[in-house]
């Protein structure tokens, strides 16, 4: 498996409370903020291809009840 970066940007900011809830769901491996009023993600995930390393993240934050607005990527590493 290889590790894809992720940037995902959130159509709303993250509050206080939202980075315990967004870790209990899967998304220990990424680095959370806000800028600007919008929230950031950083995702290091692993998977089988980017397609699942996508999905598994911007899943786990529809689920979480945010809406994604844009993905950006970088080579995998």
């Given amino acids: 498996m290889q590790i894809y970066?992720?940037?995902v940007?959130?159509?709303q900011p993250l509050?206080?409370?939202?980075?315990?809830r967004l870790f209990d769901l899967g998304l220990d491996?990424?680095?959370?903020?806000t800028e600007d009023e919008t929230g950031l993600v950083l995702?290091?995930?692993?998977?089988e291809?980017?397609?699942?390393?996508?999905?598994s993240v911007t899943e786990a934050l529809r689920h979480?009840?945010?809406s994604v607005t844009a993905v950006t990527?970088?080579?995998?590493e």
């Fill in 73 to 76: 990527s970088a080579e995998p």
């Fill in 15 to 20: 509050a206080d409370d939202d980075y315990d």
């Fill in 64 to 66: 979480a009840g945010f």
């Fill in 29 to 33: 491996d990424c680095t959370l903020g």
């Fill in 49 to 55: 291809d980017y397609d699942s390393a996508l999905l």
């Fill in 9 to 11: 940007t959130l159509a």
């Fill in 43 to 47: 995702a290091s995930r692993e998977a």
């Fill in 5 to 7: 970066r992720l940037s």
